[in-house]
C-alpha cells in the first residue's frame, strides 16, 4: 500500500508543485473544496487593490477606457476559450452560471422554433440530479414562455439515449455533476442529441479547469461555467458563457440589455444585438470581480488540461486506493466511478453521518463539503493539492472513524 513516504516522493517529482506557492492557502489546512471555491492567488490582491485605488480611485470614470474595463468580458474569455476547446471571440466572462444558463437556453429554444424542421420540438432533456438551479432556470425559462415547453428528467446517464427523440429541442446537461462527479461523454452526448435533430447546451461548472474539454471537437452547441471554483475567480466571480461562431448569427438572448447592443454608446431607442459574441452581455458587470478572474487563469496558463488532467487522475486514484484501505472498518460507499473516463475532478464517498463526519473533519482542518443525501464531497485542485494532502487528509479521516469522534447531533449549515 502507498505510504506517506512514497506520497512525499511523488510531490517531489510532480511537476506541477511549483504552482502552489502562487496559492495563498492557511496553514494547517487541507483545502480539498476547490470544486466549490478556489482557493486564493497570491497576485489576486495585489490585482484587487489596483483596481481600487488607481483604477476607480485614481482615474475614475476614464478607466472604462484606459484600463480597458468595457472590453474585459471579451479580453477574458479569449484568454479562458482555450481551457474549453474555444477559440477567439467565442467566449464571454460575464453575469452568473445562472444567468448565462437561461440565456443559452433560451437561444437554443429559439433557434429550433425558427427551424421549420423542428419548430415543433418542444422538451428539453436533462437529469433529475443536475445542480438543481440548472433545472429551476429551465422551469422558470419555460414557466414564462407558456408556449407548450416541457421538461424531461432522466434518472441516470443510461437513460439519455432512449429520452432524446423527435420532440426534444434541447438537451442541457453538466458535464461533470456535481455531486456524484460522474463525467459525460461529450462527444458522445453530443452526437446522440444531434442525430436526432435537438442541440446541446453544456454546463462546465465544474469541469472548466478541472478537466480537459473540447467543445468544437465534441460537437458542443453552446456552453456555460463557472470561474469560482477551479478557475479561482474569488467568491462570486463572473461565470462566462460559450457561443460557436457557426451559430452566432443565429444567437438571440432574451437579456437584451445594452452592453449587447451593436452600438451600446449611440444609446437608441431600439435593441439591434451586437455582432459576435457580445451579443450574450447584458448589462454592467462588477468590475473588481471580474478583474480577478485574470489573476486565477494566469497561473492556468503556466501550465497545460493535459498536465492536470492527468495529476487530478492520480490524487483522486490516491484518494480512492487509502480510503478504502484505511477505512475498510467503516460504513463508507464510493459514488463516484473508478473509471477514468467517467470521472471529475472530485470524489464522493457516502456515509450515515456524513453531515457529522464532514463538520469533524472541517474542524480538524480537512476543508471538504456535504451534499444531500449523505455525500461527503473531496475536490482535488492539482494546482495546489499535493500527494501528501491526500494522506494526510485520509489519516484524520480514518482517526476521525476509527474513534467515532464526530457529533451525530451537530447542527446543520446552510453551505458546508
Ligand atoms: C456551481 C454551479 C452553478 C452555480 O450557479 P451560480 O449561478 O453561480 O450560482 C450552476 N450550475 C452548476 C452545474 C454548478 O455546479
Not at 483604477?55 to 471579451?74: M, Q, V, Y
Not at 447546451?201 to 463557472?226: I, K
Not at 475532478?345 to 473533519?361: I, N, W
Not at 464531497?377 to 485520509?394: E, H, N
Request: with cysteine; charged share 20%.
Amino acid at each position: 500500500m502507498t505510504t506517506r513516504n512514497d506520497c512525499l516522493e511523488r510531490d517531489q517529482h510532480d511537476p506541477l508543485a511549483p504552482l502552489r506557492d502562487q496559492f495563498d492557502l492557511p496553514a494547517g489546512v487541507i483545502y480539498l473544496d476547490g470544486n466549490s471555491l478556489g482557493a486564493r492567488p497570491k497576485v489576486s490582491l495585489v490585482r484587487a487593490q489596483q483596481v481600487i485605488a488607481q483604477e476607480w480611485g485614481h482615474d475614475l470614470i476614464r478607466s472604462w477606457n484606459t484600463a480597458g474595463w468595457f472590453e474585459l468580458p471579451k479580453r477574458l474569455g479569449n484568454l479562458l476559450a482555450p481551457l474549453i476547446g474555444g477559440v477567439d471571440g467565442e467566449v464571454a466572462v460575464t453575469d452568473t452560471t445562472s444567468v448565462n444558463l437561461f440565456k443559452a437556453l433560451a437561444a437554443a429554444l429559439t433557434m429550433q422554433a425558427q427551424d421549420p424542421a423542428s419548430a415543433g420540438r418542444r422538451v428539453i432533456v436533462t437529469e433529475r440530479s443536475n445542480f438543481p438551479t440548472d433545472i429551476y432556470m429551465a422551469q422558470g425559462l419555460t414557466a414564462w414562455l407558456d408556449r407548450g415547453y416541457s421538461i424531461k428528467l432522466i434518472d441516470s446517464p443510461e437513460e439519455l439515449p432512449a429520452a432524446i427523440g423527435a420532440d426534444t429541442a434541447v438537451v442541457m446537461l453538466t458535464h461533470v455533476n456535481y455531486r456524484s462527479g460522474h463525467q459525460y461523454d461529450m462527444k458522445a452526448s453530443s452526437a446522440l442529441a444531434h442525430a436526432a435533430g435537438a442541440l446541446i447546451v453544456w454546463d462546465l461548472a465544474h469541469s472548466a479547469g478541472a478537466v480537459p474539454v473540447d467543445l468544437h471537437a465534441d460537437g458542443a452547441d453552446l456552453a456555460v461555467g463557472c470561474t469560482y471554483k477551479y478557475l479561482n475567480g474569488g467568491p462570486g466571480a463572473p461565470a462566462f458563457i460559450w457561443v460557436p461562431k457557426k451559430h452566432q448569427a443565429k444567437f438571440q438572448q432574451p437579456l437584451s440589455g445594452w452592453w449587447g447592443h451593436a452600438y451600446p454608446f449611440a444609446m437608441a431607442p431600439d435593441f439591434k444585438p451586437a455582432d459576435g459574441i457580445a451579443r450574450a452581455l447584458c448589462g454592467t458587470q462588477p468590475i473588481v470581480s471580474l478583474a480577478l478572474v485574470e489573476c486565477g487563469l494566469d497561473v492556468h496558463r503556466q501550465t497545460t488540461m493535459a498536465a492536470i488532467r492527468s495529476k487530478s487522475l492520480a490524487l483522486t486514484d490516491l484518494f480512492i486506493e487509502l480510503v478504502e484501505a484505511r477505512c475498510a472498518a467503516h460504513p463508507l460507499g464510493l459514488v463516484t466511478p473508478r473509471e477514468h473516463a467517467q470521472r471529475g475532478s472530485h470524489v464522493s464517498f457516502t456515509h450515515p453521518h456524513g453531515y457529522a463526519v464532514m463538520q469533524a473533519l472541517i474542524a480538524r482542518g480537512v476543508i471538504g463539503d456535504y451534499r444531500e443525501p449523505a455525500i461527503m464531497r473531496f475536490g482535488f485542485t492539482p494546482l495546489y493539492t499535493s500527494y501528501a494532502d491526500v494522506w494526510d487528509a485520509v489519516e484524520i479521516l480514518r482517526e476521525i472513524l476509527d474513534r467515532q469522534d464526530y457529533n451525530v447531533d451537530a447542527k446543520r449549515d446552510a453551505v458546508t
